[in-house]
């Protein structure tokens, strides 16, 4: 059912992750809570901002900065790249990935979508037009592009001499990070439905663990692509295909030998590493990455709720409930402190030990959709617009 790659840009990603209902009335629209009123303990400051391109507009787009010794890597859907200086936002290079069409013709959009990744003297970028390109950091030469199985709507991952991508169609690829060859191809195994947007994977202990549109955990070897093991998080249930999406869109994180996943519509799970099996589950759903640190689990709901549980059993310690349905990105600790963006352009932090907050602050008008990413004594995020912010404390 060709129906994910249709509707889902337009209706599903964008319905049900603003908290509408794809096929009810409007008065089943959920409303967005109105901006709770902080007072500000500290004033978190922007030392600087730069426009990179057009953004991503209202598309879905995993797009967010990278940052790799002293210089942050940034682009935006329609195809341009940018290198950036750390401690000033001056640009170092740029470059344009569109398609040159003709002189009198506009370049046909690179569609860039799977995130900034930075490793080494290259940097990786995928596209909706199932494209992967390695950047050198040196002045952005293309060092090689590949076509892979699907979208690459995932950010790649870079270990053990490979690159890896997990495409809209359920494939994980494995290129030489020299070369851009494909070496391997796992197929997951994906549902007619799904939202749009897929897992990147985690490598820990020479397996890429990765979640599935299919509501299952896989756990593969990087340098053979053998699965190893499958774990289902989420089973599909209700009465209709909404109800019933259980994609494992989130990155699974790994620490001290359990694997902690996310399912829509599903479960927060807890999986031994080795072999997949479930450890514990709590009755939690969302599609925004977590954070797990000294023990506790930071993550978003799909309700917005930002959530704080204990890493041993996942009993929960508290929940913020005043940021609902402002369709906030994925949290990340900054300075001590769990940070998310709103659409609406806000940056909220919060205090870890009781989820109270502690700061806000309005950046820009376009809103954010990607999570912040820490860069050194910075805090980076790019708005849908395409300004890119460092924030400081």
């Known amino acids: 059912m060709e129906l994910r790659k249709y ?60 940052w790799l010794d002293g210089t942050v890597y940034a682009a935006d859907r329609f195809g341009v ?9 001056k640009e170092k290079w740029k470059v344009d990935l569109s398609e040159k069409t003709g002189f009198f013709s506009k370049n046909i959009s690179a569609l860039l979508s799977g995130g900034v990744t930075a490793s080494g003297d290259r940097i990786y970028i995928g596209s909706e037009r199932g ?31 490979l690159v890896l991508v997990h495409t809209s169609n359920g494939m994980l690829q494995g290129l030489d990070q020299s070369t851009g060859v494909i070496k391997w191809t796992v197929n997951l195994d994906m549902p007619a439905l799904s939202l749009r947007g897929e897992s990147a994977p985690t490598v820990a202990f020479g397996g890429a663990i990765v979640g599935g549109d299919n509501g299952r955990v896989s756990a593969v070897i990087v340098n053979q692509g053998q699965l190893i093991w499958q774990q289902r998080i989420s089973q599909p249930s209700g009465a209709t295909e909404i109800d019933r999406l259980s994609d494992v869109d989130t990155t699974p994180v790994v620490v001290n030998g359990v694997v902690y996943a996310l399912a829509y519509n599903g479960n927060l799970t807890a999986l031994e590493l080795r072999s997949g099996q479930v450890l514990w589950k709590r009755e939690i759903g969302g599609v925004k990455d977590m954070v797990v640190d000294a023990g506790r689990i930071y993550l978003v709901d799909q309700d917005d709720r930002v959530i704080a549980l204990n890493a ?14 402002r369709n906030l990105t994925s949290p990340v600790l ?32 376009d809103g954010f959709q990607t999570e912040p990413v820490v860069a050194g004594d910075k805090l980076l995020i790019q708005a849908k617009g395409g300004e890119v912010y460092a924030i400081t404390r």
């Open 7 to 66: 509707l889902l840009p337009g209706l599903i990603s964008v319905t049900l992750l603003s908290g509408c209902s794809l096929f009810s009335g409007e008065e089943d629209v959920v409303k967005m809570a109105p901006l709770p009123k902080v007072e500000n303990q500290f004033t978190p400051q922007t030392a600087w901002s730069t426009s990179v391109g057009d953004g991503v507009g209202d598309f879905y787009s995993n797009l967010h900065p990278a």
């Open 312 to 325: 041993d059993g996942g009993v929960a310690i508290w929940r913020q409930s005043d940021l609902l349905h």
């Open 131 to 161: 494209q992967v390109f390695a950047l050198n950091t040196s002045d952005g030469g293309i060092a090689w592009q590949t076509k892979v199985a699907g979208e690459a709507l995932s950010r790649p991952v870079v270990s053990d001499g």
């Open 334 to 365: 900054f300075n001590g402190y769990l940070v998310v963006g709103d659409s609406e352009g806000y940056l909220h932090w919060i205090n870890t030990l009781d989820g109270r907050f502690v700061a806000q602050q309005k950046l820009d008008s």
């Open 81 to 89: 790249a940018k290198a950036l200086d750390a401690s000033n936002g």
